[in-house]
């Protein structure tokens, strides 16, 4: 498994670029991957906005997996 070294989210292209191993470059675009998560509130979107910017590591590494930022949406809405 790859280790991410860094994960910074820039708002202008609305994507997290990660580094892994200090040699793969890899780029997250949000609008295609917030695309693939159902919402049971539009206002659910909310927590990928506020995951993306305050941890974009974290959502680099959902994205990466098979319905990781759906499990991530509904377990937040459980406890909201």
Request: glycine share 4%; proline share 4%.
């Amino acid at each position: 498994m790859s280790k991410i070294i860094s994960a910074l989210y820039n708002p202008e292209t609305d994507c997290v670029e990660v580094t892994l191993d200090n040699q793969f470059h890899v780029t997250f675009n949000c609008q295609n991957c917030n695309a693939q998560v159902t919402l049971a509130d539009p206002l659910d979107a909310s927590y990928l906005t506020r995951l993306v910017r305050e941890e974009p590591g974290f959502y680099a590494s959902l994205a990466s997996r098979k319905s990781g930022l759906q499990w991530y949406v509904e377990a937040i809405g459980e406890f909201n």
